[in-house]
């Protein structure tokens, strides 16, 4: 484990407790850090939200903006969720921060709030132009909605998920999302279902947030190996995303609307298109001990960290169009948290003709055989591998040209963490 992990999960309660009042409490005692920082780009949503901030991002470097981003989890090392002005936080700095969090008395904070109070710290003693702040869990009672005057607030779509916290009703989901709204404050919001898009105008309405939405004031789609972006004022011909899959377009789509609100111009946006990147999200790896391994048996290896239902109908979605540019036998390697929707998951990839092989990770993964029987009933042949090696081994002698890692953000993890040429930078 990440030594600075491991030092927070010692020090702090291990347990997800929605509230905004120790925050608020530990943020006063630091004097207000959220209060001094850079214009902020608030991100919420279920999926999409950290291939939009990588997005919005790029295009923001690209115009020479100096930007801050928040997000989590982690891969591999805990700094990774701190970038100050374009550069990962380092440790020193890191340490710093947290040591003068945890020095504030009388309030007991979990491992979430400590982390989000740090990166506030460190941002607001850090010169920048723009912060993106992504959302942990929900939205209105989120560690990061201590942020009282963002200059964006950004909603990308919602689905199920972390129903422990939110719940299985999805309007209240998109109403909790739709928590980060503030009076004053543009809100950007995706592509969503239509019970979503009431709850998350009502939530606009009730706190007089302007809204522009994906599908009735601005869309974006691909056309001719490109995307196009079409508001009420412009068409702009663009590259696309790096980031591979169609779904790619729809975050991009969010993210150009967020940059023209900010004015950057459209060489930086373009720029920023091709130059984004975001590790474990339908990332090809062609390096470390996996990424070597396929490559010795000409095949292609994917990592994806989507671990719902909707974002595992993304992935199939992009498999699909990979296949149709270039037909390969397919493979899965899956891998999930025992609280998560293990078979809404294969139901994606009911008739792919993939085989799934399931595995486990450090922590609270669900055990593979039962992932396996899971697969199985969804119509995939399935088995159980006692590790990622093994599974990947099976794979490939059974003929598998095309192989994903997927299922978790913390098995996608391990994957790049078994080598230092495969760690997010």
């Known amino acids: 484990m ?49 291939s939009t901030v990588a997005l919005l991002r790029a295009m923001a ?28 936080i380092e440790d020193a700095a890191l340490d710093a921060a947290l040591t003068r969090v945890e020095a504030v008395q009388g309030v007991e904070a979990t491992v979430f709030e400590t982390t989000t109070a740090a990166a506030f710290l460190a941002m607001a003693e850090t010169a920048a132009d723009l912060a993106i702040i992504e959302v942990g869990l929900g939205g209105r009672l989120d560690a990061t909605n201590v942020i009282d005057r963002p200059l964006l607030s950004v909603i990308t779509p919602v689905d199920l998920d972390h129903a422990e916290f939110l719940g299985t009703s999805l309007p209240g989901i ?57 508001d009420q004022e412009r068409f702009l011909d663009l590259p696309a995303p790096a980031l591979y899959g169609p779904h790619q377009v729809d975050n991009a789509g969010l993210a150009i609307a967020a940059a023209l609100e900010l004015d950057l111009p459209e060489a930086a946006i373009a720029t920023g298109l091709k130059a984004a990147r975001w590790p474990a999200r339908m990332q090809r790896l062609a390096s470390g001990p996996y990424g070597d391994t396929a490559r010795q048996a000409e095949a292609e290896l994917w990592l994806d960290g989507g671990h719902n239902p ?23 390697i899956v891998g999930m948290l025992a609280n998560k ?48 090696e093994a599974a990947l081994d099976r794979a490939l002698r059974l003929g598998a040209g095309r192989v994903v890692i997927c299922g978790s953000l913390y098995l996608a993890g391990e994957v790049l963490g078994a080598s230092r040429e495969t760690w997010p930078d």
């Open 341 to 388: 929707d293990a078979s809404g998951f294969f139901e994606a990839f009911r008739g792919s003709g993939a085989h799934v092989f399931t595995v486990g990770f450090e922590g609270a993964a669900a055990g593979p055989d039962a992932l396996a029987a899971l697969a199985q009933a969804h119509g995939l042949g399935a088995q159980s591998a006692p590790s990622v």
């Open 2 to 50: 990440d030594p600075i992990a491991a030092r927070l999960l010692a020090r702090h309660p291990q347990k997800i407790d929605l509230s905004l009042d120790r925050m608020r409490a530990l943020c006063a005692a630091l004097g207000n850090p959220q209060d001094v920082l850079p214009p902020v780009v608030h991100v919420a949503g279920t999926n999409g939200k950290g």
């Open 174 to 230: 998109a109403a909790e999302k739709a928590g980060i709204l503030k009076a004053g404050a543009h809100g950007l919001v995706a592509r969503q279902r239509e019970d979503a898009m009431a709850a998350i105008e009502r939530a606009a309405l009730s706190v007089h947030a302007p809204l522009t939405v994906m599908g009735v004031d601005f869309d974006a789609w691909a056309e001719r190996g490109g995307m196009v972006f079409q």
């Open 61 to 88: 470097e690209a115009a020479g903006l100096k930007v801050h981003v928040y997000t989590s989890p982690h891969l591999v090392r805990f700094n990774e969720r701190i970038r100050l002005a374009g550069v990962l």
């Open 310 to 332: 909707h974002a595992a109908r993304a992935l199939a979605e992009a498999l699909t169009d990979r296949h149709a540019k270039a037909p390969r036998p397919l493979a899965l």
